[in-house]
């Protein structure tokens, strides 16, 4: 089984829909992070979670909030979806010993 | 504010054929550079951090190395299931994304058989 996942896989939805995004880790991680990946942009943090009681926005947070139910669980949520979060949105963990980040298998977002 | 800048963006290599890609970074104090692989419709999969310069790290047909403005991810004889978009990204103890992840565009690597 893989170490993190995210639910749905694919998923459209209509302009001012609200939905959610999922991640699960088994790795044990405190940290998680979720990022958004468009073409020609790259990777850009959304937000970023050191435990259940922190949450922290990141580079692009505006138009998202987030939810960390516990250590292994942490959703996006998308309160009024635009087309302009049309995007592949990716989770990660890491081990703050380590740093390393790894990666869900993303969650293909489109936005009518 | 942290900065990546990848090249080539693209770069297609016959099959044995070596060759280097390109990571500079603008940073104020370095905590790591990570090299990542992503194939087509999947999530980045982790290849190597390296911390200071003068570091290597190497795996299979794969050689990190890092300076202190970039690093080079060096190929060698590679094949064709090394096609990928190769992602080099930073941590840094100011980045405007504290304990996230900088990334570059990529670069997307074709090899020819």
């Known amino acids: 089984d893989a170490d993190v996942t995210q639910t749905p896989r694919n998923r459209i939805t209509k302009t001012g829909k609200r939905i959610m995004l999922e991640c699960s880790q088994t790795?044990?991680?405190?940290?998680m992070y979720w990022y958004r990946q468009d073409p020609g942009l790259g990777l850009r943090l959304i937000y970023y979670?050191?435990?259940?009681?922190?949450?922290n926005k990141g580079e692009i947070s505006d138009g998202y909030s987030v939810s960390r139910q516990a250590q292994a669980k942490f959703s996006l949520s998308l309160e009024s979806a635009i087309p302009n979060q049309t995007a592949l949105y990716f989770c990660?963990?890491?081990?703050?010993?380590?740093?390393?980040?790894?990666f869900g298998p993303g969650t293909r977002l489109l936005v009518l | 504010e942290d900065q990546v800048t990848q090249s080539p963006e693209a770069l297609r290599l016959q099959e044995g054929e070596s060759s280097s890609l390109n990571c500079s970074y603008t940073?104020?104090?370095?905590?790591?550079l990570f090299w990542y692989r992503q194939d087509p419709g999947k999530g980045p999969e982790f290849l190597f951090t390296?911390?200071?310069a003068g570091e290597e790290k190497e795996k299979e047909r794969l050689k990190a190395t890092l300076t202190k403005k970039e690093s080079f991810l060096h190929i060698t004889a590679p094949k064709p299931e090394d096609s990928a978009t190769y992602l080099c990204?930073?941590?840094?103890?100011?980045?405007?994304?504290?304990?996230?992840?900088?990334f570059g565009k990529g670069t997307h690597l074709i090899i020819q058989p």
């Open positions: 990660a963990t890491s081990d703050p010993h380590q740093e390393t980040q790894y």
């Open positions: 790795k044990g991680h405190d940290r």
């Open positions: 979670s050191f435990d259940v009681k922190d949450i």
């Open positions: 940073v104020s104090g370095l905590r790591g």
């Open positions: 390296l911390y200071s």
């Open positions: 990204a930073v941590t840094s103890y100011s980045g405007g994304g504290a304990d996230g992840l900088t």
